[in-house]
């Protein structure tokens, strides 16, 4: 059985995994190639548990959020084009705000790295 009470968290944590991915991706680090970056968001809004949260969620913002990334995913734009309307619905201020976190200052608020 599918619980409701799930949809929000698993909403949340795709979302966040996604900011992620376009953030460790941000220059200079650029680690993935732009098809790459564009592939690994797909794996996780493509995911079964995230499709049925979105058929059995309610018409939250975060179900919004999430299906506007899964339309842009299913898209066949450039690689870079995609990875540019994700940004434009991923970095907004009040996404952020539900996800209980600052985009670009939790960039540069992370710990360094233990030596």
């Known amino acids: 059985m599918f619980s409701t009470d799930a949809i929000r968290p698993r909403n949340q944590r795709t979302l ?63 690689p870079n084009t995609t990875i540019n309307r994700l940004w434009d619905v991923l970095d907004q201020p009040e996404l952020n705000s539900a996800l209980r976190q600052n985009s670009r200052m939790t960039l540069w608020q992370k710990k360094p790295p233990a030596r």
Do not use: M
Request: aromatic share 4%; glycine share 4%.
């Open 16 to 78: 966040r995994e996604a900011q992620g991915i376009l953030w460790a991706n941000l220059p200079p680090a650029s680690n993935l190639p732009d098809a790459q970056a564009v592939k690994s968001p797909r794996a996780l809004v493509y995911a079964p548990q995230v499709h049925q949260a979105l058929e059995r969620g309610n018409d939250t913002a975060l179900c919004f959020v999430l299906r506007a990334v899964n339309r842009i995913l299913s898209d066949e734009d450039q």
